[in-house]
């Protein structure tokens, strides 16, 4: 291992994202091999997706994980695409162990799956599925300070080959972009078809993350412009704040940007000290 895999916070977007990868899905291709390329392939993934939320933590410990099509309403071909991973549970037993003596409670359960939040982009990342996979289920009603304390708690596991993946939106509110369906169905990278308020929230996001504003970014909910019109309710948010942690306090760095229709971001970023690196790494890729 050349050097500790840095976390990664990425938005998943629609489950179509899986059969249409846009600007993201490119992204998340590059990402894989400027992972394998710049730091080692990961021994494991721990996720924690806003699909898989729970009262209290919890560690998926199951053996094997097939796909959940946790979704109804797509395309056909969609339910038919697999992304069946080995599971982790020895890696649950350290991250447990992490959790608890950090003071945090900690469930692990012998059951599995990986929800759209986590195979969507796994299956660009790492397309054979050969990497295992332990799922992290959250509390959605934790601040992003403890939740921020949970990923701190599981940093150490950087040094055994594990890479932390969070896994959400950087913006959602799905019913703003389907009232915005009449918008050209296309990727905008860094262009002017993002709607002012989207722009505004993830540029405010983007700025006060890579200034290491923590407590600007525990409060967005009153600091940020447009904080409750681009989520409605956190929890596809609140998966950033598990990677940040694991990452450290330092300057978090938005390696990717685009967005669907205008509305819904797409945006990713890196943590820790090497999280520059990756950047570079991706943006050469791309």
Known sequence: MAAPLPPVFVSHGSPMTALEPRAAGRWFQWLGAALDRGFGRPKAILVASAHTLTREPVLLAAARHDAVHDFSGF????????????????????????????????????????????????????????????????????????????GRALAPLAADGVWVLGSGSITHNLRRLFAGAQRADEDEDEGDAATPE?????????????????????????????????????????????????GGDGAALRVHASSVRGELGMDAYAFGPDAARLMASTAAGA
């Open 75 to 150: 395309a056909r071909e969609l339910y038919a695409l697999r992304y069946d991973a080995p599971g982790a549970p020895a890696l649950a037993e350290r991250a447990a162990r992490l959790l608890r003596d950090a003071g945090l409670p900690v469930h692990v359960s012998a059951g599995g799956g990986l929800d759209h939040g986590i195979w969507t982009p796994l299956r660009y990342a790492y397309p054979r599925a050969d990497v295992p996979v332990l799922p992290l289920g959250w509390p959605p009603d934790w601040t992003p300070a403890r939740l921020f304390a949970l």
């Open 198 to 246: 989207s722009r505004a929230f993830r540029d405010w996001w983007a700025a006060h993350a890579a200034a290491a504003d923590w407590p600007a970014l525990f409060e967005y909910r009153s600091r940020a412009p447009h904080a409750a019109l681009m989520h409605p309710s956190d929890e596809h948010l609140l998966p950033f704040f598990v990677a940040a942690g694991a």
